[in-house]
């Protein structure tokens, strides 16, 4: 820490040796600085207000139907295009300041220091904004704000009906690329169903399913076949007479005669309890009854044979062709022969089923795979035209919207008015800055020149400078004849210091005056 005062000690009398120098800077500086200060022309601010009017009947009605737009990022968007080159350029022209303008560089100095002084400002409520502008001659001023007020009514007015017409042209575009590739997406995949119509089935089951199924109804088929064709053998085997039908009554010949409709019934019970017995006892009323019902049949088939052969023994003579019982016979049998037609059609026909499903089993994959892609580009397809129609019809409801109440209206609440009196430069504030600046200047010339010629206090600072060893120390004595000339020379000092924060504060005083004045 004593380091650090002496160093700083050390640094304050090297640039108090150069005080005079100092005083000198100081003066020169601060003279520039008030010239400077007083010679920047004053500038007139002129400005305007608008009011964006957004409240409209219609509004909470066509929520959700019609586009609401963001009107602080419309005007914002608006202000950005607004302070434009084009707009600027037109702005001048309305303002007559291209007039003075001689030359190229010239206009294009205006046109920069125009873009880098207007302002749109939001006061953050009531949705007012302020268009300010600065400049030295309050009527140019004026104009300027007027010329960019009248720029910004119209363009808040006309791009929105193009942007609207814009938006719609856009979307029917885009609606008739999008229709077109839905319909070429459709037709595909109503083609690829057409081919592969294996492939769509009403209760959504696989490939393995349906061919369970189908092998499942081949066997039933099969086996409703062979049953129907034993049935038709057995009825021909009655009416060529391999079987006698119409016998007289003899012992034993009931277990000879076949009669198919019951035979058929009681073999169908047969397996029947053979199932039921494999599952169940004996004492299960499911066995119980189909025992029974087999039983009842054999009893109606005892009762129709002894009906025929009492009938054979009425008639002895009757020929077997007049039979009514042959004639039942023949009328059995071709029954019999277009049930048997009809399985073996139904038999064919599974087995091409089971063989076609089985083939198609091996490109499965593949095809849904396709199957899949087709509809993923459908959907994709349908889901865009859905948006871009409900996108178009909510650019017509919105563009109707405008067109009928406006979605913002711009009102002027203040028109164009520039400042009676000077808004910049505060000079009030700049003279106190220029007094520090020329003081800080002063001091800084004076470390400066101790600097460049540099003054030792000590020994130990010239040997820490040097890197030499000093042999000796030579005091200066102090004389009355000295210490007159320095409490002169300080005095002198003083008083020019004073002098200068003088002028300062009459100069600061005497523009205070005039500004209360001119108020």
Same mark, same amino acid.
Request: a neutral charge; aromatic letters at 6%.
């Given at each position: 820490m004593e380091e650090i005062l002496r160093q700083v000690t050390t640094i304050l009398r090297a640039a108090w040796k150069y005080?005079?120098?100092?005083?000198?800077?100081?003066?020169l500086i601060g003279a520039i600085a008030a010239g400077v200060i007083l010679r920047i022309p004053a500038s007139y601010e002129a400005s305007a207000r608008i009011s964006l009017d957004t409240q409209s009947i219609l509004k909470p009605l066509m929520a959700g139907l019609a586009v609401q737009p963001n009107?602080?990022?419309?005007? %914002? %968007?608006?202000?950005?295009?607004?302070?434009?080159?084009?707009n600027i350029e037109k702005v001048v022209r309305m303002a007559d300041m291209d007039l003075g303008a001689k030359s190229k560089a010239t206009q294009e100095a205006q046109i920069e220091a125009l873009t880098k002084t207007l302002e749109i400002k939001s006061s953050n409520r009531d949705n007012i904004y302020t268009i300010s502008y600065r400049n030295t001659d309050p009527a140019v001023a004026k104009k300027v704000v007027q010329s960019l007020l009248s720029i910004f009514v119209e363009s808040s007015l006309g791009d929105k009906?193009? &942007?609207? &017409?814009?938006?719609? +042209?856009?979307?029917?575009?885009?609606i008739s690329n999008s229709e077109k590739k839905l319909r070429e997406a459709e037709n595909l995949l109503k083609e690829f169903k057409l081919r592969n119509v294996e492939l769509e089935t009403a209760d959504g089951k696989g490939s393995m399913d349906r061919l369970g199924d189908i092998a499942t109804l081949l066997q039933k088929s099969r086996l409703e076949l062979r049953e129907a064709e034993n049935s038709r053998d057995a009825l021909r085997r009655q009416i060529v007479g391999d079987e006698p039908v119409l016998l007289?009554?003899?012992?034993?010949a009931d277990a000879g005669i076949s009669l198919p409709e019951i035979d058929g019934r009681i073999d169908a019970q047969k397996r029947n309890l053979d199932a039921l017995l494999q599952k169940y006892t004996d004492k299960h009323p499911d066995v119980i009854g189909t025992r029974r019902l087999i039983k009842d049949l054999e009893e109606q088939k005892r009762k129709e044979i002894l009906a025929r052969r009492q009938f054979a023994a009425a008639n002895p003579g009757a020929g077997i062709s007049n039979n009514p019982v042959y004639q039942q016979l023949k009328v059995s049998l071709g029954e019999s022969e277009a049930n048997v037609a009809s399985l073996r059609a139904r038999v064919a026909e599974y087995e091409s089923r089971y063989k076609r499903t089985k083939e198609f089993m091996k490109f499965q994959p593949q095809l849904e795979a396709e199957l899949v892609q087709l509809n993923r580009?459908?959907?994709? @397809? +349908?889901? @865009?035209y859905e948006q871009l129609a409900t996108s178009r019809e909510k650019a017509e409801l919105t563009g109707d919207l405008e067109s009928v109440t406006g979605i913002a209206n711009f009102r002027v609440i203040d028109p164009p008015r520039a400042s009676s009196k000077p808004v910049a430069p505060n000079r009030l504030v700049l003279l106190p800055l220029g007094l520090l600046f020329a003081i800080a200047g002063g001091f800084l010339a004076a470390f400066a020149a101790s600097q460049l010629r540099p003054v030792f206090f000590d020994g130990k600072s010239l040997r820490d400078q040097t890197g030499l060893p000093v042999l000796g120390i030579v005091s200066l004595l102090p004389t009355a004849v000295r210490h007159v000339q320095e409490r002169a020379s300080l005095t002198r000092f003083l008083v020019a210091g004073a002098a200068l924060v003088t002028v300062y504060l009459v100069g600061i005083a005497v523009l205070t005056y005039l500004a209360q004045r001119a108020a």
């Open positions: 005080r005079r120098l100092g005083m000198l800077s100081a003066w009107t602080e990022q419309q005007v %914002m %968007m608006l202000s950005r295009t607004l302070i434009s080159r084009p009906h193009q &942007d609207s &017409d814009a938006a719609r +042209k856009f979307i029917d575009e885009q007289p009554e003899s012992p034993g580009d459908y959907e994709i @397809n +349908k889901k @865009n």
